[in-house]
């Protein structure tokens, strides 16, 4: 969600205000360089999870400026300031980024998110417009009450640098006999289901190696998985957090990437998007209200997206070289029709964002 926002205010300037749910107000220094203003909103009341932003000049001035606002969800705090900016300024062009929709877990915090997310379904409406990233997420959005003519689609999208990196690698070659390179990037925690991977790759009758890249609480877990699944013609290479340049270079060593993530919290794998521009087939499951399998989706390679397929596919790639290289130009090609920066921006013309648009 961060790198949406960010991408969108480089091209429409305009402020960038952001809840300071972490209480770094204080700090002087934006640890990420950009060429727009930003400001913080004090948001110090929580319930459990739940950030709602106190009033101060900031909000103040947020809430009486004539300009477009864009607000980012989920979250309570943007719903409350998107809502109180539409009453303040009834004439005011106040629209809202639907990035997901949640899948509370059990709980207090569970509830509340429940709560939160029906009740941001009733008001949504109420907003001048809804952008979302994905026809799957328009589609739902349409089916919970929000109008059609209100929801637009606009898929995220890579960063100049990014794009042009990925799009420079060349495409993986057919290599005959040699194992399938399988590559993860992602936190290591429940919702990635990593697990699912490995005992997918684990069934196959075929070589295999699989990198990991990232980290979290579930790694020394993750790690004694891979022992148990690892066989003599496989490998399972835990590499923990990269740079940009060594992830990069992952991405050019692996023939496919797979993010099995089980929840439609994750909507939509910015990673995909980097995979797919270098040209390697990029598998995820069809979840209901996640747009992650449409992301990769390839004419060429038709399957369940279920996790009860996952090892039929991969023992499909694995045994035919020619396919996956052949599947590698059809990513790459669908990358450059649907996602690429300059389809992007057209998208982003045609919603009518006025530039100096300020966003929440």
């Given at each position: 969600m961060?790198?949406?926002?960010?991408?969108?205010?480089?091209?429409?300037?305009?402020?960038?205000?952001?809840?300071?749910?972490?209480?770094?107000?204080?700090?002087?220094?934006?640890?990420l360089?950009?060429?727009?203003?930003?400001?913080?909103?004090?948001?110090?009341?929580?319930?459990?999870?739940?950030?709602?932003?106190?009033?101060?000049?900031?909000?103040?001035?947020?809430?009486?400026?004539?300009?477009?606002?864009?607000?980012?969800?989920?979250?309570?705090?943007?719903?409350?300031?998107?809502?109180?900016?539409?009453?303040?300024?009834?004439?005011?062009?106040?629209?809202?980024?639907?990035?997901?929709?949640?899948?509370?877990?059990?709980?207090?915090?569970?509830?509340?998110?429940?709560?939160?997310?029906?009740?941001?379904?009733?008001?949504?409406?109420?907003?001048?417009?809804?952008?979302?990233?994905?026809?799957?997420?328009?589609?739902?959005?349409?089916?919970?009450?929000?109008?059609?003519?209100?929801?637009?689609?606009?898929?995220?999208?890579?960063?100049?640098?990014?794009?042009?990196?990925?799009?420079?690698?060349?495409?993986?070659?057919?290599?005959?006999?040699?194992?399938?390179?399988?590559?993860?990037?992602g936190?290591?925690?429940t919702?990635?289901?990593?697990?699912?991977?490995?005992?997918?790759?684990?069934?196959?009758?075929?070589?295999?190696?699989?990198?990991?890249?990232?980290?979290?609480?579930?790694?020394?877990?993750?790690?004694?998985?891979?022992?148990?699944?690892?066989?003599?013609?496989?490998?399972v290479?835990?590499?923990g957090?990269?740079?940009?340049?060594?992830?990069?270079?992952?991405?050019?060593?692996?023939?496919?990437l797979?993010?099995?993530?089980?929840?439609?919290?994750?909507?939509f794998?910015?990673v995909?998007?980097?995979?797919?521009?270098?040209?390697?087939?990029?598998?995820?499951?069809?979840?209901?209200?996640?747009?992650?399998?449409?992301?990769?989706?390839?004419?060429?390679?038709?399957?369940?997206?279920?996790?009860?397929?996952?090892?039929?596919?991969l023992?499909?790639?694995?045994?035919?070289?020619?396919?996956?290289?052949?599947?590698?130009?059809?990513?790459?090609d669908?990358?450059?029709t649907?996602?690429?920066?300059?389809?992007?921006?057209?998208?982003?013309?045609?919603?009518?964002?006025?530039?100096?648009?300020?966003?929440?």
């Amino acid at each position: 969600m961060e790198r949406v926002t960010h991408e969108l205010a480089s091209v429409l300037g305009g402020v960038v205000y952001s809840l300071d749910v972490q209480g770094h107000s204080s700090v002087l220094d934006d640890p990420l360089l950009v060429t727009y203003p930003r400001t913080r909103l004090p948001s110090p009341v929580s319930f459990g999870r739940l950030k709602l932003p106190l009033p101060s000049s900031q909000l103040l001035s947020l809430l009486l400026s004539p300009r477009p606002l864009h607000g980012h969800l989920p979250s309570p705090g943007v719903l409350l300031i998107l809502l109180l900016a539409r009453l303040v300024r009834p004439r005011r062009c106040v629209t809202a980024h639907w990035h997901c929709f949640l899948e509370p877990h059990r709980g207090i915090n569970g509830w509340l998110y429940g709560v939160y997310q029906r009740l941001a379904l009733l008001l949504m409406p109420l907003l001048c417009g809804v952008v979302t990233t994905s026809p799957l997420l328009a589609q739902e959005l349409n089916r919970c009450g929000c109008p059609q003519q209100k929801v637009s689609v606009l898929p995220c999208c890579l960063s100049q640098q990014q794009e042009q990196l990925g799009l420079a690698l060349p495409l993986p070659q057919a290599r005959v006999g040699a194992p399938l390179r399988v590559v993860f990037i992602g936190r290591l925690d429940t919702y990635k289901r990593l697990d699912w991977l490995m005992e997918a790759l684990s069934t196959l009758s075929s070589p295999w190696e699989l990198a990991v890249v990232g980290d979290g609480p579930l790694r020394p877990h993750f790690e004694h998985l891979a022992k148990r699944s690892a066989h003599m013609f496989s490998r399972v290479r835990f590499l923990g957090r990269l740079s940009e340049s060594e992830k990069l270079e992952q991405l050019g060593r692996a023939d496919v990437l797979v993010l099995p993530s089980d929840r439609s919290n994750e909507a939509f794998g910015i990673v995909q998007l980097e995979a797919m521009a270098a040209g390697r087939i990029a598998l995820a499951f069809d979840r209901p209200r996640s747009g992650m399998g449409w992301v990769g989706q390839l004419s060429g390679l038709p399957w369940s997206q279920s996790p009860d397929g996952l090892a039929e596919v991969l023992q499909r790639l694995a045994d035919q070289p020619a396919l996956r290289q052949q599947l590698s130009m059809q990513s790459r090609d669908r990358y450059r029709t649907l996602f690429a920066r300059g389809v992007w921006l057209k998208h982003v013309q045609r919603l009518g964002y006025a530039v100096g648009t300020s966003s929440v």
